[in-house]
């Protein structure tokens, strides 16, 4: 009976010490158990972020390779495309240029024409009819008013020559005519060196008379109305002596002027040289200098861009202006005439620059205002040509009515400032465009080195 209740007790013990140990070991494996879910939450993230970092760091290099080719491919294609340009202007260079259709003249009947500012305003007119005409032409010019686009269609002809050179220093060709002229003719031009202006119209004319003198060519000098001042005569005939400021702001040019003439008659008489000589008055048309400060220019870039006309003085000064082509018919029709004496070639008809303004302002229209402004020291009050010997003597006079030949400056004034502003606007955005800006640092930002 004690053995059996000493059994119970021990099955009982049993039971429980068994009871006890798998609440243990139950207990334990919560515990790990916990511990590797807690374990796994903490690494998980650090496992993404490490891959997340590995593929963002894959598509970076990815993308830095796409780039190294692109700009590799955009560096080649800028060479393609430069050499390509070199190619093109090879091409064109080979290329016959078309030219306007010349007149065929003889051996007999062509002749070698030296024109001295003949890149110029009326230069470049003068030009363009001799070269029609057949005519082995040489334009000699310093380009100091003179500009190259002015003859740019001639470049290359086969009669056509141009020579970058300044008339004050001599000049060794064989000519047979020769057309001096080389001078500024606006104001703010010959105002803005008076001496090489002075320089240009003496040892310039003597260089043109020098050569002419060796080589036996005729020449024709251009003198202008300015010989005559502020004339007390009108109109002004070629045998008025004039009314002349020689120590004025515009002395510079009318006095070289008349010392030009002076050179030309004393190489006539004394060394037996065939001269002409011009007074040429107030000439407007195509290709006059956008910034010459004359009239007409003045006027019509006002217009154009809706600025305020400013008439110099009271308006009440007269002026006759004449088309490029009548000065140029003139011109040619004097240097193949036997009449040696001064002629003046300008047109009859006189406005006041008031009525001048007025006319240009209807022309172009718009919303300019005329406004007056202080007179000019030494500004001529009446200028007005007496062209008697011009009719007599070259049957000559203006055949192109004002508004004719104003129609035409205008459209070539027009086309001249759209052209400025669209050639403005390109170079504006390419220079300020970030390649320009990229290019121009790496091109000056460099390392000298140790040398």
């Given amino acids: 009976m004690w053995t059996i209740s000493i059994t119970k007790k021990r099955s009982k013990l049993v039971v429980i010490g068994v009871g006890l140990l798998i609440l243990i070991i139950i207990l334990y494996k919560t515990s790990v158990y916990c511990k590797f879910l807690s374990s796994s939450e903490v690494h998980k993230p650090t496992v993404t972020s490490s891959v997340l970092k590995q593929d963002l760091l894959a598509s970076f290099m990815q993308q830095q390779k796409i780039l190294q080719q692109q700009s590799l491919e955009l560096q080649k294609t800028h060479e393609q495309l430069a050499r390509l340009e070199d190619d093109l202007r090879a091409m064109q260079a080979r290329t016959p240029r078309k030219y306007p259709k010349v007149q ?54 086969e009669n056509f020559e141009l020579i970058h ?9 064989e000519v047979d005519e020769i ?70 702001p515009r002395a510079c040019y009318d006095e070289g002027k008349r010392v030009s003439e002076t050179l030309s008659y004393a190489y006539a008489k004394q060394e037996k040289v065939q001269v002409r000589v011009a007074r040429i008055f107030n000439t407007y048309g195509p290709r006059m200098h956008m910034n010459d400060g004359r009239v007409v220019s003045n006027f019509i870039l006002q217009a154009l861009r809706n600025e305020t006309i400013t008439v110099y003085g009271n308006g009440k000064q007269t002026r006759a202006f004449q088309y490029v082509s009548d000065l140029v018919d003139g011109l040619i029709a004097l240097m193949n005439s036997n009449y040696t004496q001064p002629i003046n070639l300008g ?19 718009g919303q300019s205002e005329v406004k007056q402004t202080e007179a000019m020291e030494d500004d001529p009050q009446r200028r007005k040509p007496d062209i008697t010997r011009a009719l ?21 004034f027009r086309k001249e400032l759209e052209h400025s502003d669209r050639n403005a606007a390109n170079s504006k955005k ?11 640092r790496s091109r000056f930002n460099f390392d000298p080195g140790n040398d």
């Fill in 104 to 157: 065929y003249q003889n051996y007999k009947n062509r002749k070698r024409i030296l024109i001295t500012g003949g890149a110029g305003f009326v230069g470049s007119h003068l030009v363009d009819v001799l070269m029609m005409a057949g005519h082995e032409i040489i334009v000699v010019d310093n380009f100091f008013t003179g500009r190259k686009r002015n003859v740019a269609h001639w470049l290359g002809h």
């Fill in 165 to 173: 050179h300044d008339i004050v220093n001599p000049l060794f060709i």
């Fill in 179 to 248: 057309y001096h002229l080389a001078s500024p003719a606006s104001p703010p031009h010959y105002m803005f060196n008076p001496v090489k202006t002075i320089k240009t119209n003496t040892m310039g004319t003597i260089n043109v008379l020098g050569l002419a003198k060796r080589v036996m060519a005729k020449v024709l000098i251009a003198s202008t109305s300015e010989v005559y001042g502020d004339p007390k005569v009108h109109p002004q005939p070629e045998t008025y002596w004039g009314h002349v400021n020689p120590i004025g």
């Fill in 347 to 365: 047109n009859p008809v006189e406005h006041t620059i008031e009525e001048f303004a007025i006319i240009i302002k209807d022309l172009v229209g």
């Fill in 392 to 412: 007599k003597y070259l049957n000559w006079e203006p055949k192109v009515p004002l508004k004719t030949g104003l129609i035409r400056t205008i459209d070539y």
């Fill in 430 to 440: 390419f220079f300020e465009s970030r390649d320009m800006q990229r290019s121009q």
